[in-house]
């Protein structure tokens, strides 16, 4: 989807906002036109990547990675988990191919989009298909769908007439997930409708990897032309918030939330879409 803007209002101060996340100040950015997915990295194309290029992702290196404790079968075998966020179990095993540990498989989730991929595995996928990460700003563009300073890509209401139009998580977080979506877990990268620029699942489903840096300060001092995120820093930012986001402790399933993750991280709610620079007209 090739996107352009004259200007847009970047970032948020309402009552959604996660005190420290920095969203805001609210300010104007412009960005030059560029091509963005309208859908995040699916297995079968993260398979395809792996296939030519013979790709270690970092949780294939590490040996492990993290994977929500629901999605675990009820005799799985104890493992350590956050201390701050009990529901991330640490197994040893899982990554793209085997999400949920070595026992499970993509085989019938080839439409879902990839998790278990750090940024460095985002990036390198990105750079063999000739594209890139989007950055942040280029991604919220994209994200908003063409309206200005609204929480969600269609609108103020999280459910709109009733309807869900992102896969979160719905009941009591961690324990009980009434599924209303249709969903636990990841969903397809097609499974709700796209936004007013064409992409689906901006919000929900998966964390995606941008390629700017993350610091909660710098919006107060980003350029208006084209920002690429502070020179240093230790995470790289992550949007959209994940199949695992619920009010009572996690508001970021909103087109304005932004957080932050080690490069080298991966988990089962974190992957990625593609964007490009927008190639010049042939004379």
Known sequence: MRLATDRFLMGSEDHWSVPGDGEGPVHAVRLSPYWIDSCAVSNVQFGAFIEATAHVTDAERHGWSFVFAGLLRDDFPDTRAVEQAPWWR??????????????????????????????????????????????EAEWEYAARGGLEQRPFPWGDELEPGGEHRMNVWQGSFPDHNTRDDGWYGTAPVTCCGPNGHGLYNVCGNVWEWCADRYSPAYYRRSPQENPTGPPVGLERVIRGGSYLCHASYCRRYRVAARSGSTPDSSTGNQGFRCARDDAPVAR
Do not use: M, N
């Open 90 to 135: 640490q197994v040893y095993g899982a990554c793209w191919r085997h999400p949920e540990g070595p026992d499970s498989h993509v085989e019938d989730r080839a439409d879902h989009p990839v998790v278990h991929v750090s940024w460095k595995d985002a990036h390198a996928y990105a750079a063999w298909a000739g594209r890139r990460l989007p950055s």
